[in-house]
Each structure stands twice: as structure tokens, then as C-alpha cells.
């Protein structure tokens, strides 16, 4: 996933997880290659 909402739950990116069942592994933080990062969903999600 390259692009998420401003939603405090990651937008159309949790939705789109939801819906195929399938996890979020990488976020794009920026846009430059370096700026892909591995997904974290705890931290993501403020709980660490």
C-alpha cells in the first residue's frame, strides 16, 4: 500500500485488507523508494 488516508484507521487501506483478507506488509511514507517502510500495525495503531 503506497498511499493512506488521513483516517485515524489507515482509510481505504484497512478496508481493502478487510475485504481480501490479505495483511499490509509495506507503507509508502513519502515518495521516494527509501520512503517504503515494513507496515507495523501495532505501531500503526498507536498500542506500543
Known sequence: MT?????SKGGR???IQ?????????IGLGEQPDD???FDTKQ???VV
Do not use: E, H, S
Not at 18 to 26: T, Y
Open 13 to 15: 487501506a484497512v478496508a
Open 3 to 7: 498511499k493512506l488516508d488521513r483516517t
Open 44 to 46: 500503526f495503531a498507536g
Open 36 to 38: 517504503l517502510q515494513p
Open 18 to 26: 478487510r475485504k481480501l483478507g490479505r495483511p499490509i506488509k509495506f
